[in-house]
């Protein structure tokens, strides 16, 4: 049984920075992507960035290009989301999940193994 843990969303002012944590236990998902999704009141789940946990590659959506960076730690089976110069439209349930890697990268359908998220409010 795959887990995945989100934490370190909370309250910002605009500008401000969050690092976002997602721990997975259960088994090991050397063969999958790692994605951050974001899901903001009355709108769809949308893709925010990807990591490989084997190769590292990484892709961002245009919105967060420069503003955001994702990267893991093998050793403790954790994906982290930096967000750095955040803004009120970042502001949203932010959610870890897995994905095989035949599979799509931004399509929310293709991943199997979601976290429950962790809040990200952001004040102007």
């Known amino acids: 049984q795959v887990q995945l843990v989100e934490s370190g969303g909370g309250l910002v002012q605009a500008g401000g920075s969050l690092r976002l944590s997602c721990v997975v236990s259960g088994r090991t998902l050397s063969n999958y992507r790692m994605g951050w999704f974001r899901q903001a009141p009355g709108k769809e789940r949308d893709f925010v960035a990807v990591?490989?946990?084997?190769?590292?590659?990484?892709r961002y959506t245009d919105s967060v290009k420069g503003r955001f960076s994702i990267s893991r730690d093998n050793a403790k089976n954790t994906v982290f989301l930096q967000m750095n110069n955040l803004k009120p439209e970042d502001t949203a349930v932010y959610y870890c999940?897995?994905?095989?890697?035949?599979?799509?990268?931004?399509?929310?359908?293709?991943?199997?193994?979601w976290g429950l998220g962790t809040q990200v409010t952001v004040s102007s």
């Open positions: 990591i490989t946990w084997s190769s590292g590659l990484t």
């Open positions: 999940a897995a994905a095989d890697l035949r599979r799509g990268i931004v399509d929310r359908h293709e991943y199997d193994y």
